[in-house]
DNA sequence: TTGCAATTGTTATAATTTTCACATAATATA
DNA sequence: TATATTATGTGAAAATTATAACAATTGCAA
């Protein structure tokens, strides 16, 4: 298999160029240029024919792209031609809004379980869901071919959950604790850190302060 | 002021290093070197010194960094030596979830009011605020010195809500809508972006199925 | 048909970012 | 005091990523 190494922040855009495709669908919009993305999303025509070169031509002189047909490219790139069974671990403010917000389904995401190890939390509802006790954990990860597992739980809980999803096969992991987590070279994580965005700003801001001095 | 263009990764990483540190001053380390760091969060050791050299010159050769000392420079390079009043809008699962959270104050943010434009979701209390009509934003933004705006409604008002917080003063937004935003160059803003990080992941997930055929 | 306008795919160039290697400085030891 | 050890700061090299430019292709109109 012959393919390109393809950066991170192509992978980024694609997502992005996905979903402005997955709107200019359901507005009716059928065709669409590279300028007309780049303008939508906010980077270059250039940087959009170059990322979808990564994985094909998908376009036609002259004309540009078939919306549907682009959209479907970038899906099944993305690996979005499936649906993904998801685990959430930590039913507290957070997974809990992660597992009502109807966000994930839109793209093939699937909250199959939702743990905790607090005993006042297990038995609880969340949406359709029953907050399972942390032991269940391998089971069901098994049973439901939970592929992708979340993490929400508190700081210091946070490399112990890691460890035990690993266990239970679980291929992938999505991290809200602001934590650098250890995991098997074969497991893909990424974290969301809103610390680090944040502090992106105020960094920012704090630059132009300086500058205006 | 001659400052050099810091690369935004550079940024990323400096607020990694920065809550690392936190963990060792709270452990009661004292003196760490550029390859301890380099091991706790994931990144190259030259990439810690490389990072650093961009501020200045914190450490010492052939001992390392004071642990509180290059602390506290990060905190205040990250913008972190002051508090930041942050407004959240849109008191919805993710708004509550957020504003609740203590996360925030830890490091200088704190949430100063919270607003959204359903009458039912006015007046409601979370944590100790009060749901605040959207009408008020542009009032309050100005009295409470509110610098960053957090938008956290439906995907189809959040432009509609950046136009409000741009004209009420807020300088910099953390959008967690996944849509691109239009903002005037001078306001900074971020998004946090759940699904694209998850696509990552599917995509690595799917390259790797694919490599092994 | 032929020429023109539009727009892609791709090659070349530029810019940015990371890695490497080592001179430099501090500390400890004999 | 000389020597060995440790670990920073930095300039040069390598790798990666983005931008720019343009040849190739398509559709349309004259
Ligand atoms: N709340 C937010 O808006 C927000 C935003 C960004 C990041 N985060 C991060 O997300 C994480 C969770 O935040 P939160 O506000 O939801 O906290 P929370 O305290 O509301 O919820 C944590 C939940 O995890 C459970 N838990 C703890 N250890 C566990 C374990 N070993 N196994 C199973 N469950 C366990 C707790 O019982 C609790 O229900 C934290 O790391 C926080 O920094 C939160
Ligand atoms: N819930 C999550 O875990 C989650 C995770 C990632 C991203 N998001 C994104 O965050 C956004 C909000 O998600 P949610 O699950 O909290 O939705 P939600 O429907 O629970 O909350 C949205 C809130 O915004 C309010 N609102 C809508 N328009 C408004 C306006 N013009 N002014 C003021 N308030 C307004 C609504 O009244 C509602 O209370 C969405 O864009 C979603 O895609 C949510």
Redesign the interface.
């Known amino acids: 298999?012959k393919?390109l190494r393809v950066p991170?922040a192509t992978?980024?855009r694609?997502?992005?160029y996905?979903?402005?495709l997955e709107r200019l669908d359901r507005n009716g919009i059928t065709t669409i240029s590279s300028n007309e993305i780049a303008d939508?999303?906010?980077v270059s025509p250039a940087q959009v024919r170059k990322d979808l070169a990564y994985f094909g031509e998908f376009g036609t002189r002259g004309v540009g792209y078939n919306v549907q047909t682009l959209l479907k490219y970038t899906l099944r790139?993305?690996?979005?031609d499936q649906t993904?069974q998801l685990a959430i671990v930590g039913a507290g403010?957070?997974g809990?809004?992660?597992t009502?917000?109807r966000?994930f389904n839109a793209?093939g995401?699937h909250v199959a379980c939702v743990f905790d190890h607090d005993t006042r939390r297990v038995g609880q509802r969340i949406g359709q869901l029953l907050v399972q006790p942390l032991g269940q954990l391998p089971e069901l990860a098994q049973k439901e071919n939970i592929?992708?597992g979340v993490i929400t739980v508190n700081n210091s809980m946070a490399q112990e959950v890691a460890n035990i999803m690993v266990q239970s096969g679980v291929?992938?992991i999505?991290n809200f604790a602001?934590i650098?987590l250890r995991v098997p070279a074969n497991i893909?994580i990424?974290?969301?850190?809103?610390?680090?965005?944040?502090?992106?700003?105020?960094?920012?801001?704090?630059?132009k302060a300086?500058?205006s001095?």
């Open positions: 298999m393919t991170e992978v980024t694609m997502s992005i996905s979903r402005f939508g999303v906010g790139i993305l690996g979005l993904w403010n957070l809990q809004a992660l009502t917000s966000g793209r995401f592929r992708i291929q992938a999505l602001p650098t893909e990424r974290n969301v850190d809103l610390s680090i965005t944040l502090e992106l700003l105020t960094f920012n801001l704090g630059l300086a500058q001095l």
